[in-house]
């Protein structure tokens, strides 16, 4: 099957820094990606859609200017998550559908654990 | 995309057939069932899809009932490493995946 990454797999940072995470299609042209978030215990909550060279669809609630999404390339989006804060710890977890692969399946990366202290 | 209900938890003996459950009443007739599992500190995986005849793979069977307002998936002879949660979801090919609770399989030895 195809293969989603995320980089790094988990990081720690301070409160009021910037952390970005990447998503990479590793074997297939990724079209559309979607970020999602998972906080201890909940389930996947979706953050946003982005296609390849167009700007980034946000779900009700999420803050697109704390949250930036570039999905410059068809293999590669990144999360920048700008100030962020101790409520922003999750585990942020990145999908991808597109060519050639299946349009009715979505290949999910491993996930990016964020502790901010 | 319709709404689905699991139950939040079930355990299934190692080597037995672990059925599980899913209602979807208000499913509309172009929406898929599909099924995806996350194991602990993953990401989500897929697993089947169908949208009414039943479908088989080499992970899972799908049973869709002739109303389509629930289905059921059939890890036929689960094992330890099935041990996730499994998301049932309804929605068209190709949109966004809303996640539910799940069901939190346990397989037991």
């Known amino acids: 099957g195809a293969v989603v990454s995320q980089h790094p797999s988990w990081v720690i940072c301070k409160s009021g820094t910037s952390v970005k995470i990447e998503c990479r299609s590793l074997?297939?042209?990724?079209?559309?990606m979607f970020w999602y978030r998972q906080f201890p215990k909940q389930s996947l909550m979706l953050m946003a859609t982005s296609n390849e060279g167009s700007k980034a669809t946000y779900e009700q609630g999420v803050e697109k200017d704390k949250f930036l999404i570039n999905h410059a390339s068809l293999t590669l989006s990144t999360l920048t998550v700008t100030s962020a804060h101790p409520e922003d710890s999750s585990f942020y977890i990145c999908s991808a559908t597109g060519s050639p692969v299946p349009s009715y399946e979505q290949y999910f990366g491993p996930g990016t654990r964020l502790t901010v202290t | 995309d319709a709404k689905t209900t699991q139950p939040p938890s079930m355990d299934c003996a190692e080597g037995r057939a672990a059925n599980l459950p899913c209602n979807h009443s208000?499913?509309?007739?172009?929406?898929?069932v599909y099924w995806y599992r996350q194991i602990h500190s993953q990401g989500p995986q897929y697993i089947i899809h169908?949208?009414?005849n039943n479908e088989t793979n080499e992970m899972a069977s799908l049973i869709i009932t002739e109303d389509r307002k629930s289905s059921t998936l059939i890890l036929p002879h689960a094992t330890l490493r099935d041990t996730a949660v499994y998301y049932c979801i309804v929605t068209n090919a190709g949109n966004m995946l809303t996640f539910g609770g799940g069901t939190r399989l346990m397989v037991k030895p």
């Open positions: 074997d297939f042209q990724a079209t559309t």
């Open positions: 169908g949208l009414k």
């Open positions: 208000t499913i509309s007739g172009n929406e898929y």
